[in-house]
């Protein structure tokens, strides 16, 4: 199974990998995975060791869950790092386009920190 060429064609927002994979390890598709993407990756093992929890967030892992574990703090986590990575709840109310600043808030329209309209 070629690990990277199913990501890169998925594009998924969030990998959950563990380190016992067949023929190349999940320390390595997590190295081959960050060569082309930030996507955020969580190991689930149950490998407990410390050495084992530093490969991991060495390799590029953003986390690491150990089996077995209980399915709400899992989500929790889940919910954590996907808000972290991906800005949920940014405060969207200002668009920038080539040094001209829309604020949704306010109604109006900055160029050269002119407000040309509003």
């Known amino acids: 199974m070629e690990v990277l060429s199913i990501f890169v064609k998925v594009e998924p927002h969030l990998v959950l990998m563990d380190i ?51 399915q709400n703090v899992l989500l929790a986590k889940i919910q954590g790092l996907l808000r972290r990575s991906y800005e949920f709840g940014k405060d969207q109310s200002l668009l920038e386009y080539m040094g001209v600043i829309l604020n949704l808030k306010a109604m109006d329209l900055v160029y050269q920190g002119e407000v040309v309209f509003f």
Not at 36 to 52: C, E, G, Y
């Open 20 to 70: 016992g994979l067949p023929l190349f390890n999940g320390y390595h598709w997590c190295q081959e995975i960050r060569k082309v993407s930030k996507v955020p990756i969580m190991f689930l093992s149950s490998r407990d060791q410390a050495m084992d929890i530093v490969m991991a967030i060495n390799m590029g892992g953003d986390d690491f869950v150990t089996k077995p574990f209980d």
